[in-house]
């Protein structure tokens, strides 16, 4: 019974520490909260199958490979051109070194100052970067929406 209490409390920090890591870009949020799920099946609480901790794993993946991609995917969808996505790209990496606020405000500027470069229109250019800025939004939309699924599971797993 003890071991159970301590992995619940231990799991209650991997879930903590996910649903974090949905704002603050350093902290990998839909992993620690799949982490959460896995700690709670090894006590008397939980009983997942294993196709649901195989699907929850690859839907963990998934969204956060699309994480990385969509300030990208935003930048084309409003506008942006290659040079665009390139500073976007550019701007992203950067941006992981001035954490938290880089990662938000890096695809932004680097859409904004490639299309710069390249020669279009101030005005195309900022679009571009709003188009980034809406692809990390919806990113990070995904991670709290997948977190907060991992935190109803883990929640009820307790209850039931």
Not at 42 to 47: K, L, P, Q, V
Not at 90 to 104: A, C, H
Not at 136 to 155: D, N, S
Request: net charge positive; aromatic share 14%; hydrophobic share 55%.
């Amino acid at each position: 019974m003890f071991v159970d209490i301590l992995l619940v409390i231990t799991g209650l920090c991997f879930l903590g520490g996910g649903l974090l890591g949905c704002i603050l870009p350093v902290i990998p949020g839909p992993s620690l909260c799949y982490v959460s799920l896995l700690v709670l099946q090894c006590t008397r609480f939980a009983d997942f199958s294993v196709s649901f901790l195989v699907i929850t794993a690859v839907v963990t993946l998934v969204v956060m490979a699309v994480d990385y991609i969509l300030p990208v995917w935003g930048t084309r969808k409003w506008g942006g051109s290659r040079a665009g996505t390139i500073g976007a790209v550019i701007g992203l990496l950067v941006g992981l070194f001035f954490l938290p606020f880089g990662i938000m405000v890096g695809p932004f500027t680097g859409a904004v100052v490639g299309e710069l470069l390249s020669g279009r229109n101030a005005d195309a250019a900022f679009r571009s970067g709003f188009g980034s800025f809406i692809g990390f939004l919806f990113g990070t939309c995904l991670k709290v929406t997948l977190c907060l699924l991992f935190t109803f599971y883990f929640i009820k797993a307790l209850i039931v």
